[in-house]
C-alpha cells in the first residue's frame, strides 16, 4: 500500500480564497507531482520537482504554486481561487531512477 | 493527435466476459503504467511493465515495444472490476515524465 497522502479530500472555497492543498509522502521518494483532472477527463501536469528545492512547471498552465522544502512534503497552493479552478488534483510520488509511481488518493476543488 | 490512444473509450460488458482494452503510444518510452481509478479519484498502478506480459489474479497486461502497443486483459470480468482504466507512459530519458491516454471507462454489469 502506498504511503501518500493528501489533504483535503473535499473542499468547498469562496472566489478570492487562498488555498493549500497538501501531500505527503514517507517513501523517501524524491519525484513528485500534481496533476489536475477534470471529471471524466484525462490527467494533467502541472508542477512536478525532483527533489529539495527543486520545482518545475508542468505541460498545463496553471495559476498554481508550489514548494518542495522537505523530501515528504510537495503543497500546491492557490492564492486566489476561482470556479475555473474547480477540479480534481492528484499528487504522486516516485523513486529518481525507477518507473514506479504512486497516487494519492486526489483532493476534490470546488470554487463558488 | 495524442501521443498516448487507448480505445475503447467507454466499455459495456457482462459480468464473466472476457475484456481487452488497447494503447497505443507514438514516444520513445522507458516503460509503460496500466493504472486504475475508482469512482472517487484515487489511482492505483495495476501493472508497470517495459517488456513482455505480466499477470496478477485474473489481470493480464501485455506490451510489444516494436509495435508501440500494450494490451489489458481481464479474464471473468466482475462489478467490482468497473473502473476507468488509463495507460501511461513513462518517456525515455532522464526526467522520465508520465504521458497519460485519455482513459477507458469500463461498467461491468451483474
Known amino acids: 500500500e502506498a504511503d501518500i497522502y493528501q489533504t483535503p479530500r473535499y473542499l468547498v472555497i469562496g472566489t478570492g480564497k487562498k488555498i493549500t492543498l497538501e501531500c505527503s509522502q514517507t517513501m523517501g521518494h524524491d519525484k513528485m507531482y500534481w496533476y489536475q483532472q477534470d471529471p471524466g477527463m484525462e490527467l494533467h501536469l502541472i508542477h512536478y520537482s525532483y527533489g529539495v528545492n527543486s520545482t518545475e512547471k508542468g505541460d498545463l498552465s496553471s495559476e498554481s504554486t508550489v514548494s518542495r522544502i522537505r523530501t515528504e512534503h510537495f503543497p500546491l497552493t492557490l492564492e486566489s481561487a476561482r470556479p475555473s479552478h474547480t477540479s480534481q488534483y492528484l499528487c504522486?510520488?516516485?523513486?529518481?531512477?525507477?518507473?514506479?509511481?504512486?497516487f494519492g488518493e486526489g483532493s476534490w476543488l470546488t470554487v463558488v | 493527435k495524442n501521443e498516448v490512444e487507448q480505445s475503447p473509450q467507454n466499455l459495456t460488458a457482462q459480468e464473466g466476459e472476457f475484456i481487452t482494452i488497447n494503447c497505443s503510444y507514438s514516444v520513445g518510452i522507458s516503460a509503460l503504467h496500466w493504472l486504475q481509478q475508482h469512482p472517487g479519484g484515487g489511482i492505483v498502478s495495476l501493472f508497470m511493465l517495459s517488456s513482455g506480459k505480466k499477470k496478477h489474479g485474473r489481470l493480464i497486461a501485455t506490451i510489444n515495444i516494436q509495435e508501440k502497443h500494450s494490451s489489458l486483459h481481464i479474464t471473468a470480468s466482475h462489478p467490482r472490476d468497473s473502473a476507468v482504466y488509463i495507460c501511461a507512459v513513462i518517456l525515455g530519458g532522464s526526467q522520465g515524465n508520465l504521458i497519460f491516454g485519455k482513459g477507458t471507462k469500463l461498467s461491468v454489469k451483474p
Open positions: 504522486a510520488s516516485g523513486t529518481l531512477w525507477g518507473n514506479t509511481i504512486y
